[in-house]
Every structure is written in structure tokens, then in C-alpha cells.
């Protein structure tokens, strides 16, 4: 898949409902399979890893939102805020699909973890021969990489207003919160998964 279907520039606006549809049902679903054995849900929920060492605050939720040039447009993940530099772990163990360097993305990696495939953009670094590269981090596609593993650092590339990382997850190819699954991995280490 292509970086531009994975981030559209504008949706009209019968999309950007339909955003919100599509994400409803990919969370019911996966609301439903961690249904289907709760303490082996719950167990595997508790090994996933929030990816910034050094959270400063989020700074623009899931959804649609007023962009930072002031027109509404869909955001298909979560900004979180961290000083420039900071460590940027990998969420859940997988295999490198993609690494990305464009304008929109800026420099990232898209890793997919079975059903779910997370997207890290705004890092900090190069990408050069199609491998990423930041401090001791190198990483190219097919290259798998263990939860949580350092994957990169906070950066201000592509489309980006400051330092941060802009998270996105799908679930079986329908973007989903990525709040979601942190208040998951929260309820399930409280034991309420």
C-alpha cells in the first residue's frame, strides 16, 4: 500500500464520517476478540509498550480536527509531545513493512505486529538507501524488531509544528485510536480486561 492511502491529504467530508464508522467497527472487533479469552487478552495487552520515553503531553487527538494551518481534516492518529530527541520505543514486537520519508510523514517506519500495523512519523534522523538511521538506530524494511525495542527519536519532520510523534494503528486495514489500545494495556495491567 502506498503512503497516500494510508494518509490521505483531504477526505470530503461523507469520508471523514466514515472514518469514524469504520473505526467504531475495527474497535468493536477488537473489542470482541479480547471477549474471547479475557485472561489471555489480558495478558497480552499487559506486554505492550507506550512509545515515548519521555512524554511531555498530547498534543492532538484521533479524529477529525482543525489541522495546524486552521482547516478541519481527519487525523488517523495520536500526537504526543516530547522534547526533541527523546527515545521512541516499538509499541509491539513485529517486522519493519515500511520505512517512509516524505512530506507529509516526514521521516518514519510502519511496523506490523500480526493485525495491527503502527505507523511512527515526525522522527528525528535520515533515511538514505532506504534504511533509517538516528544515533545508534538503523533500520530498514523486513526487519523485525521486538517490543519495545528503540526505533528512533522524536523529531519536527514532514508536517509537523514541533516535536512530537504522531502515532497511527490499524487494525485488519481500519484505523483505529491508538488512545483505545492505551487504555486497554492500562485496564488490562489494573487486572480489568
Known amino acids: 500500500m502506498r503512503l497516500r492511502e494510508r494518509f490521505p491529504r483531504r477526505l470530503p467530508l461523507a469520508m471523514v464520517t466514515a472514518l469514524g464508522a469504520v473505526t467504531a467497527a475495527a ?12 485472561a489471555q487478552a489480558r495478558n497480552m495487552w499487559t506486554r505492550g509498550v507506550f512509545p515515548v520515553v519521555s512524554f511531555a503531553g498530547y498534543t492532538s487527538h484521533f479524529g477529525t480536527r482543525t489541522g495546524p494551518w486552521g482547516a478541519a481534516e ?27 520519508n516524505d512530506g507529509t510523514c516526514g521521516l518514519g517506519l510502519v511496523i506490523r505486529s500480526g493485525e495491527y500495523e503502527h505507523i511512527y512519523c515526525h522522527l528525528s534522523g535520515s533515511v538514505s538507501g532506504g534504511v533509517y538511521r538516528s544515533g545508534p538506530v538503523a533500520i530498514r524494511a523486513g526487519q523485525a524488531v521486538r517490543t519495545g525495542e528503540l526505533i528512533g527519536h522524536v523529531g519536527v519532520t514532514g508536517r509537523s509544528t514541533g516535536p512530537h510523534l504522531h502515532w497511527g ?25
Open 27 to 38: 474497535v468493536a472487533l477488537h473489542g470482541a476478540l479480547l471477549q474471547l479469552q479475557p
Open 74 to 100: 481527519p487525523h488517523y492518529g495520536l500526537d504526543i509531545a516530547a522534547p526533541m530527541g527523546s527515545p521512541i520505543r516499538n509499541w509491539w514486537g513485529g517486522v519493519v513493512d515500511s520505512v517512509i
Open 169 to 193: 494503528m490499524r487494525f485488519r486495514d481500519a484505523w483505529v485510536d491508538p488512545a483505545l489500545v492505551l487504555r486497554t494495556m492500562a485496564r488490562a495491567r489494573q487486572g480489568a480486561v
